[in-house]
């Protein structure tokens, strides 16, 4: 498993998705509150640096170091 979020903006951008969805737990009914569990997804791929879907698709925000002969 290769990193593929590595911008720090991206990463926070990510984990205040989450939350703001994970909220959802606490603010809607009782059966439509369990919507609120996909926010986990955008916060893990903030905490672990790694998305799934931006490696299939082949999005990378991890700048390469260039080597210079």
Known sequence: MTLNVCSKTERVIRAIIGVAILS???LLETPLNYFGLIGLV???TAV????????L???NT????EIHA
């Open 24 to 26: 959802l737990l606490f």
């Open 42 to 44: 955008p916060l893990a």
């Open 48 to 55: 672990f640096r790694y998305c799934p879907i931006s490696h």
């Open 57 to 59: 698709l082949g999005v």
């Open 62 to 65: 991890c700048q390469r170091k």
